[in-house]
């Protein structure tokens, strides 16, 4: 069996500790470097879905089991905006909690509101709407703490759409129990649902946008499980398959305190038991993806390359 991880911000999450399985998985892989991309890049890239804007909406849908058609579908997920020095500073939902049963509302009201555009929920902080081609192919994680720039031919529909929340009674309970209101969406990964091609039996991921690739691909599709080894309990002995562990992609966007405690769940949940499963033979290969390091990064490791004692282990922030 071939077990592949891609981990978006591994060699970004500094600090002075070891983590001595990721670091022997590292030091007796065999190495080889690209072209440093975003994780939606190396999807897009690995799944084979063509250029262009990375069809997120129209993946989430098919995640969801729904046939999007010909048409164009965007991601349309929640964000909060905070007026600071006079600029609108863009607050993802993963800076926030939100229940479904707000997001489902919600989405009712723009749907009341918008005849034809067809707002959904996948998850409480992931959404999509049917909308036509737009530029952004960003998640609003990767725009967290920045201002707000608004395409001009974008401004009339948000406008509208902050209108239709911002007098929600979801949002009017939020700012009563002092929590951020949802007060309007960040609109991304327009495109069609595209023809994909996957190496892999498997995928496991929490984006359902990666699951809806998967599907497309014909690959089975799995909600990231909480450890490797719920993880191989569920594999067959041989195949193909990957997980995507982005744990670390939203405390590293926030600045948040949580990275190290998120660097060493990673290490005694994923690494550590596929170094095990490696030795005991249970797995014949592991393949570490980081996409997003100063330049690409990936590392194979089979049972035999534990043997290179003389490659020691370093610590991570070599890497970087």
């Not at 891609?6 to 590292?26: N, Y």
């Not at 608004?150 to 759409?161: C, D, G, S, T, W």
């Amino acid at each position: 069996m071939h077990c592949e991880l891609v981990v978006p911000g591994l060699f970004a999450s500094g600090g002075t500790s070891r983590f001595a399985a990721l670091e022997l998985l590292l030091a007796r892989g065999r190495r080889s470097a690209g072209e440093a991309k975003a994780l939606e890049c190396w999807v897009q890239e690995a799944f084979e879905l063509g250029e262009g804007v990375y069809p997120a909406g129209a993946l989430t849908l098919v995640a969801q089991g729904i046939d999007p058609g010909a048409d164009s579908w965007a991601r349309a997920d929640p964000v909060h905006l905070r007026v600071m020095d006079e600029r609108l500073i863009v607050l993802p939902a993963e800076t926030f909690a939100l229940r479904a049963e707000e997001s489902r509302a919600l989405c009712e009201a723009l749907n009341a509101h918008f005849a034809g555009m067809e707002f959904g929920m996948a998850q409480p902080r992931r959404w999509y709407v049917k909308l036509g081609q737009i530029e952004e192919g960003r998640p609003a994680l990767d725009a967290a703490g920045t201002a707000l720039e608004l395409p001009k031919q974008m401004a009339p529909l948000l406008n509208e759409i902050q209108m239709v929340l911002h007098f929600h009674p979801v949002n009017e309970a939020r700012e009563a129990r002092g929590e951020p209101p949802v007060n309007s969406l960040w609109l991304w990964g327009a495109g069609r649902a595209p023809r994909t091609r996957a190496p892999w039996q498997s995928v496991a991921a929490d984006d359902p946008a990666v699951l809806g690739a998967a599907r497309l691909a014909n690959a089975r599709q799995r909600a990231l499980p909480r450890s490797a080894g719920e993880w191989l309990e569920r594999l067959p002995e041989d195949g193909r398959h990957l997980a995507v562990l982005d744990a670390l992609r939203a405390p590293l966007a926030l600045a948040a305190d949580t990275v190290q405690n998120e660097m060493q769940a990673l290490e005694r949940d994923w690494f550590a038991p596929l170094l095990a499963a490696l030795r005991r033979g249970r797995i014949g290969m592991v393949t570490l993806h980081v996409p997003d390091a100063a330049e690409a990064l990936s590392f194979e490791i089979i049972r035999g390359d534990l043997r290179r004692f003389w490659r020691r282990p370093r610590s991570i922030k070599n890497y970087g």
